[in-house]
């Protein structure tokens, strides 16, 4: 009978040790926000408030781009020169030429 006492006694201790590695887990997962492990959890929503503070930023930063004027705001377009555009086109003709010697 003392033999199955030690047996119980045994199961019991791996039962708690199981449930503090449980809680462990557990106490991992809540850190990371999620409580479902499928990634089905709720959406989250913005109140009407926060929507409408959302909004009026953002119609101020379009406004502000507006009154700085949109070409004032955006880089100059690049232009490459005429010499430019030969010494590449004719770069590339020599890849092309190398590649087609080695095929």
Request: glycine letters at 6%.
């Amino acid at each position: 009978m003392g033999n199955l006492s030690r047996v119980v006694q045994q199961l019991k201790k791996e039962r708690e040790r199981a449930q503090r590695v449980v809680t462990r887990i557990d106490a991992a997962i809540a850190a990371l926000g999620s409580s479902a492990s499928d990634g089905a959890g709720l959406r989250r929503t913005m109140s009407a408030a926060g929507r409408r503070a959302v909004s009026l930023a953002q119609k101020a930063r379009w406004a502000k781009r507006r009154s700085n004027g949109a070409a004032g705001t955006t880089k100059p377009k690049r232009k490459m020169s005429v010499t430019a555009r030969r010494k590449i086109a004719a770069a590339q003709r020599a890849r092309w030429a190398a590649w087609k010697a080695n095929q």
